[in-house]
């Protein structure tokens, strides 16, 4: 019934062959301008050249995104416990928050700008707004959601309200605080790029806006798959990290 | 009494953001910080298209660029979610890549939609487009995972084709899941248009914002901004309308 | 001798959305150490707010508490330990470590609450579980790992809240027989609440019948049968069928 690894292995690779041949095949017949969709050989080959500085805006968005990342977590945990933790804090707050997580955070980004300046902080500033709330959102749910029988059980033991925090609320909010940090990467990463797209002097969304401006294809697409790889891989390794911490979960 | 407390407390919040945000606008430039007593004169310029008088058509446009590709979004997703959930071998051989294409910050695309497509709508469209997919698609295929077999067992016990087990099954046990998608693809196709408009544009309300941005035009900027807002709220009210429709039905 | 647990004129009332509930009124209830005492009436009688009261965990509104002649003013577990009707089992916790949790929250170090926990899975049963979480275990092995955990803090005292509630049949009395064997060997002051008439006359040296709500004591019948007892002697079924009458009555007026 199933069908078997080799077969899904398979279709995968026939597939991934048949676009990147059409494509190919399209780019050379001149079916497409080759100044918009390149030839998978061309972007192959502009890896070369793009390479360099690529890279160089790579690790300058990363080194944003890292700082934002860092500033989101401990913010959007913080404040989820705080926030979660206490009943009348959450009632008051959490139409807020929602509404402040649904709302485009590009709007206000002309006015962060126009604020800090054209620089990195800019950038870590508004990645770290467009991290937070999504992990702020999940963590709230998820003290609020921490198993009532396990506190109850927690008190009849003896536990103190601080042994409350660290031996119940904390472990059980372990899950949580994984999906918002997998969730928040994406976030903050986004949001760097913007900025630097909008923005930026430095860094992979600046080099990919040049790219786009000077019409060279090829190397957009290479900087692009680049920078799209290096987000899975980011994603891939926190699924990984997740999967350790969570046996108990089955 | 408690809910009027709470609903009290927020007022007080939002009046003392509003106060504080006068007294740092007063105290610092007026320039950054747009005080909330300057920001209502020029929402009054702003609605009698005094400050913007191409305001009705840049919002016409924004709006046209959200439906049309909130529509290819769902037409789109709707066929490559079901076209996964209900095909093993496709399920299996191309879940993991639209998870993973999923994973990539969206907006990385843009540049290559923007050569592409170029400044006018197009690229905007497929932006928004490419944002609102990505949720519907996955809500099929979780809806489909959250569909009980038990529930198809019985409707082919009972004697029904594979079309009536969709239609009368599975629609309906998934509905909750898949309008929980659609709201979602609608936000996300929201914020792409926008994004997009203001990434870089020459019409529609990105357009106009970044105008008053760029001319420090900042109490104008806050207005058109509020304006968006407005446009987002109604459409997410609308999805949530839907979404609770939907929600009655399938509770009966 | 001071009794175990003394509860005078206690009185519990609780306000729902559909106005205030008396749960309680004017309980009086003296158990002995060493007694395995049981509450038994119909659903919402009070018995689990009752049990809450000795262990802590719910203030009285009227009368008062006392655990080994002292007053209670919150959970106390180096007097009271504690079983619920829900193992609740820490699911990020083994065997090993939710029997310990007790003793970890009072401080006692890793190396001595590792070898008592250890200890006890024997007699648990759990020996070759020790390092499973509990969406490993079975419904009767989660509720001996609760068990486990409240002997390990080893008070005087044990409230169980229908422990044995969700399991099935046969489980059930598998595990009456088995907590029969420990009790007897360790002679703690049992308060346990269940549903099961069998439960109650095969295990308790005394029956606590309680009424519907507002929860009060109906009446007392002391079991004093040597263990293992025949449950189905002459005079086991009069019990059972005098309990039955007693119980049925206070059933038919909560279903109305």
């Not at chain 2, 309300?205 to 008053?212: K, P, Q, R, T, V």
Request: glycine share 10%.
């Amino acid at each position: 019934m199933s069908p078997g690894r080799p077969a899904v292995l398979g279709l995968q690779a026939v597939s991934v062959g048949a676009l990147l041949g059409a494509w190919e095949t399209a780019a050379r017949a001149g079916w497409v301008d080759p100044l918009f969709v390149p030839a998978p050989s061309a972007v192959a080959a502009a890896f070369a050249g793009v390479g360099a500085p690529a890279l160089a805006g790579l690790g300058d968005t990363l080194a944003k995104t890292a700082l934002a990342y860092v500033l989101a977590v401990v913010g959007g945990v913080g404040l989820g416990l705080l926030i979660g933790s206490l009943r009348l804090l959450r009632d008051v707050l959490s139409p807020f928050v929602i509404a402040l997580y649904g709302m485009p955070k590009i709007l206000v980004l002309p006015w962060i700008v126009l604020l800090l300046g054209y620089g990195p902080t800019p950038a870590v500033v508004y990645g770290t707004i467009h991290g937070l709330f999504p992990i702020l959102v999940l963590v709230i749910g998820g003290v609020r959601d921490v198993d009532r029988n396990l506190v109850t059980v927690a008190r009849a033991f003896g536990a103190t309200p601080w042994q409350l925090y660290w031996k119940v609320v904390l472990p059980a909010i372990v899950p949580t605080v994984i999906a918002g940090m997998r969730l928040g990467i994406v976030f903050c990463l986004l949001g760097v790029l913007v900025v630097e797209m909008f923005a930026g002097v430095r860094g992979m969304g600046h080099v990919l806006g040049a790219l786009a401006n000077g019409f060279r294809a090829p190397e957009l697409f290479a900087a692009t798959a680049l920078v799209s790889a290096a987000s899975i891989v980011i994603v891939l390794g926190l699924d990984a990290v997740n999967e350790r911490l969570s046996r108990w979960r089955g | 009494m408690r809910a009027g407390r709470i609903a009290l407390l927020r007022l007080a919040i939002l009046a003392a953001a509003l106060a504080a945000w006068e007294a740092a606008a007063r105290a610092a430039s007026p320039l950054l910080y747009v005080p909330p007593s300057a920001v209502v004169p020029a929402l009054g310029r702003l609605l009698t298209l005094e400050s913007y008088p191409d305001l009705p058509a840049s919002l016409a446009l924004t709006v046209r660029e959200i439906a049309v590709a909130y529509g290819l979004a769902i037409a789109a997703g709707l066929a490559c979610g079901f076209a996964l959930g209900l095909n093993r071998l496709l399920g299996r051989a191309f879940g993991p890549i639209l998870a993973a294409l999923y994973a990539v910050p969206a907006v990385v695309w843009y540049p290559s939609l923007m050569l592409f497509f170029g400044l006018d709508a197009a690229s905007k469209i497929a932006f928004g487009f490419l944002l609102g997919f990505f949720p519907i698609a996955l809500a099929v295929l979780a809806g489909i995972r959250q569909v009980s077999p038990q529930l198809v067992t019985v409707a082919r016990a009972f004697g029904a084709r594979p079309p009536t087990v969709f239609v009368k099954v599975m629609v309906p046990a998934m509905l909750f899941t898949l309008v929980g998608g659609l709201r979602t693809g609608l936000a996300l196709t929201v914020v792409g248009v926008i994004v997009g408009e203001i990434l870089g544009s020459k019409a529609g309300m990105g357009a106009l914002i970044n105008h008053a941005y760029g001319l420090f035009r900042t109490a104008d900027y806050v207005a058109l901004v509020l304006v968006t807002v407005a446009l987002v709220v109604a459409s997410d009210a609308l999805a949530s309308l839907v979404e609770r429709r939907a929600g009655r039905w399938t509770e009966s | 001798m001071t009794p175990s647990i003394l509860v005078e004129g206690v009185a519990k009332r609780y306000a729902t959305a559909s106005g205030p509930v008396e749960a309680l009124r004017e309980v009086s209830l003296s158990v002995d150490p060493g007694e395995f005492c049981t509450l038994i009436g119909p659903s919402g009688c009070g018995k689990s707010t009752l049990l809450g009261m000795v262990g802590g965990l719910v203030p009285p509104d009227g009368g008062r508490v006392l655990v080994a002649g002292r007053p209670v003013s919150g959970p106390d577990p180096g007097r009271v330990a504690s079983v619920f009707q829900d193992p609740g089992l820490f699911p990020w916790r083994t065997t090993l470590e939710n029997v310990e949790l007790g003793l970890e929250l009072q401080g006692v170090p890793a190396a001595r609450r590792r070898q008592v926990a250890t200890d006890l899975l024997e007699p648990l049963g759990l020996r070759d579980f020790a390092r499973k979480y509990p969406r490993e275990l079975s419904g009767g092995m989660r509720q001996r790992v609760a068990i486990g955990r409240a002997l390990a803090i080893d008070a005087p005292i044990v409230l169980m809240d229908e422990p044995f509630g969700a399991l099935d049949e046969q489980t059930r009395l598998l595990m009456g027989e088995w907590l029969l064997d420990i009790w007897r060997r360790t002679r703690k002051t049992v308060l346990f609440v269940t549903h099961s008439l069998h439960e109650a006359l095969a295990l308790s040296t005394r029956v606590v019948v309680m009424t519907a709500r507002p929860g009060r004591i109906k009446s007392v019948l002391g079991v004093d049968m040597p263990y293992p007892r025949a449950m189905d002697s002459a005079e086991m079924v009069a019990l059972r069928a005098g309990l039955w009458a007693e119980i049925r009555e206070e059933s038919l007026r909560a279903m109305q």
